[in-house]
């Protein structure tokens, strides 16, 4: 049914330390198979052709290129956009062709594990799960690009970062479809036996930190926007905190003992910090509209909290770089440059202001730390659908045919030669 493998690990010359605007979890890239064996005299050649001219030109980039550049990204996007719809067609039920061929794949985690299932479907899901981390890593390399390589501060533009929403959003997208129109293809011995990365939990958490890094970045367009009201930017901050909160949920159902697991409930402890931070000092700002004392009162206990949530994010996002793999201390950026400087400062401020309203409330009957609000979650994924089934699939030539004893005495005397 499957195999699983460590490959040997390799002495690493050159260590280079990434620096994460976007988690990117694990890549798995396919491994070189054999397809004419299981495949020959079931469909015909040209299809046999093209299914393995894909694989291979996939395997061959996957094994030449680190996808350390957007050029890179893109191309590995544009061959796995030329093999799907080859591929379909051996999930195609009337073809019975899902288990002829045993696909692998491979982890480019440190642990290099290998994977194998006679399954389509698999291959389907590996190559659909592909697709979705390509689009987070091309959002990562926008996003943390600098003018100028020596320095320490990330500017990033607007069309940077609805360019990476977008990216993130088709990851996303990407993910979801897995989860609802793959997975459940696929038999429950297989489905067990999945690697961790792509195990339905794993999955829904990663969608929802995707779809969370994407209403950060909203805040930050909303930040730059004169028109965008307080209750605009608080209810994003919200919105941001609730989708990080589910990815957390999804992760606490999945074994996370490994790695990467544990670096990625590091990040999203983090980022859930930060934006709960951002959270009480929107919510702040519009309680001290209220003109009675209590509302002053409890807007600087927002203040309070959002300023020790920062204190404590900061610890959180040095905790998740020294875990292994150890990535960079990226400089803050987008709306959290601003709140760094601005919630300190306005805390400080509103407690002097408010002072004697303190003095007043000697019971401390007024200083309970309000609840945020709730908001209706507003970001979906973009919508994604398998492409249709390549036309050499329905032609007359590309129907499945069974080879003669003949042709198949032919066929090995010519791999002979």
Same mark, same amino acid.
């Given at each position: 049914?499957?195999?699983?493998?460590?490959?040997?690990?390799?002495?690493?010359?050159?260590?280079?330390?990434?620096? !994460?605007?976007?988690?990117?979890?694990?890549?798995?890239?396919?491994?070189?198979?054999?397809?004419?064996?299981?495949?020959?005299?079931?469909?015909?050649?040209?299809?046999?052709?093209?299914?393995?001219?894909?694989?291979?030109?996939?395997?061959?980039?996957?094994?030449?290129?680190?996808?350390?550049?957007?050029?890179?990204?893109?191309?590995?996007?544009?061959?796995?956009?030329?093999? $799907?719809?080859?591929?379909?067609?051996?999930?195609?039920? /009337?073809?019975?062709?899902?288990?002829?061929?045993?696909?692998?794949?491979?982890?480019?985690?440190?642990?290099?594990?290998?994977?194998?299932?006679?399954?389509?479907?698999?291959? *389907?899901?590996?190559?659909?799960? *592909?697709?979705?981390?390509? %689009?987070?890593?091309?959002?990562?390399?926008?996003?943390?690009?600098? &003018?100028?390589?020596? #320095? $320490?501060?990330?500017?990033?533009?607007?069309?940077?970062?609805?360019?990476?929403?977008? $990216?993130?959003?088709?990851?996303?997208?990407?993910?979801? +479809?897995?989860? =609802? =129109?793959?997975?459940?293809?696929?038999?429950?011995?297989?489905?067990?036996?999945?690697?961790?990365?792509?195990?339905?939990?794993?999955?829904?958490?990663?969608? #929802?930190?995707?779809?969370?890094?994407? !209403?950060?970045?909203?805040?930050?367009?909303?930040?730059?926007? /004169?028109?965008?009201?307080?209750?605009?930017?608080?209810?994003?901050?919200?919105?941001?905190?609730?989708?990080?909160?589910?990815?957390? +949920?999804?992760?606490?159902?999945? &074994?996370?003992? &490994?790695?990467?697991?544990?670096?990625?409930?590091?990040?999203?402890?983090?980022?859930?910090?930060?934006?709960?931070?951002?959270?009480?000092?929107?919510? #702040?700002?519009?309680?001290?509209?209220?003109?009675?004392?209590?509302?002053?009162? %409890?807007?600087?206990?927002?203040?309070?909290?959002?300023?020790? $949530?920062?204190? /404590?994010?900061?610890?959180?996002?040095?905790?998740?770089?020294?875990?292994?793999?150890?990535t960079r201390v990226p400089p803050a950026w987008g709306v959290?440059?601003?709140?760094?400087?601005?919630?300190?400062?306005?805390?400080?401020?509103?407690?002097?202001?408010?002072?004697?309203?303190?003095?007043?409330?000697?019971?401390?009957?007024?200083?309970?730390?309000?609840?945020?609000?709730?908001?209706?979650? %507003?970001?979906?994924?973009?919508?994604?659908?398998?492409?249709?089934?390549?036309?050499?699939? #329905?032609?007359?030539?590309?129907?499945?045919?069974?080879?003669?004893?003949?042709?198949?005495?032919?066929?090995?005397?010519? &791999?002979?030669?």
């Amino acid at each position: 049914m499957g195999c699983t493998s460590s490959i040997p690990k390799r002495k690493k010359k050159n260590i280079s330390i990434d620096e !994460v605007a976007v988690f990117v979890p694990v890549l798995w890239i396919p491994v070189d198979v054999d397809l004419v064996r299981p495949l020959r005299g079931l469909v015909p050649r040209d299809v046999l052709e093209k299914l393995s001219t894909f694989r291979r030109r996939i395997v061959s980039l996957a094994k030449e290129s680190s996808f350390s550049s957007i050029s890179n990204v893109l191309e590995a996007h544009r061959t796995l956009d030329d093999y $799907l719809p080859i591929l379909i067609g051996l999930v195609n039920p /009337e073809s019975q062709l899902e288990t002829s061929v045993e696909f692998k794949w491979k982890s480019l985690g440190d642990d290099g594990h290998v994977t194998c299932f006679a399954s389509a479907w698999y291959e *389907m899901l590996s190559v659909v799960h *592909m697709k979705a981390i390509l %689009s987070f890593l091309e959002a990562n390399l926008i996003l943390r690009s600098k &003018d100028n390589p020596d #320095s $320490l501060e990330i500017k990033v533009s607007e069309d940077s970062k609805s360019t990476a929403i977008e $990216l993130l959003l088709k990851g996303s997208g990407c993910l979801e +479809y897995a989860i =609802h =129109h793959i997975l459940v293809h696929l038999p429950t011995q297989i489905r067990t036996s999945l690697p961790k990365d792509v195990q339905e939990g794993i999955l829904e958490a990663i969608s #929802s930190q995707a779809l969370a890094q994407c !209403v950060e970045m909203q805040l930050g367009l909303a930040l730059e926007s /004169e028109k965008a009201t307080l209750s605009v930017k608080r209810r994003l901050a919200c919105e941001e905190v609730s989708y990080f909160a589910q990815a957390h +949920y999804w992760l606490s159902r999945c &074994d996370t003992s &490994d790695a990467y697991g544990k670096k990625l409930l590091l990040f999203i402890r983090w980022k859930f910090l930060e934006a709960k931070a951002a959270a009480y000092y929107y919510h #702040s700002h519009i309680l001290d509209k209220g003109s009675e004392p209590s509302n002053h009162i %409890s807007a600087v206990c927002c203040l309070f909290a959002a300023d020790e $949530l920062l204190i /404590e994010s900061k610890r959180a996002n040095l905790s998740f770089c020294l875990a292994a793999p150890v990535t960079r201390v990226p400089p803050a950026w987008g709306v959290m440059k601003h709140l760094y400087r601005k919630i300190p400062e306005v805390a400080s401020k509103k407690s002097q202001t408010y002072r004697y309203l303190f003095e007043e409330d000697k019971n401390g009957h007024l200083q309970a730390l309000p609840d945020l609000p709730e908001f209706p979650l %507003s970001l979906r994924p973009d919508d994604y659908e398998l492409p249709e089934v390549d036309a050499c699939w #329905s032609s007359e030539n590309g129907q499945p045919q069974l080879l003669t004893l003949k042709a198949h005495l032919k066929d090995e005397e010519i &791999d002979s030669d």
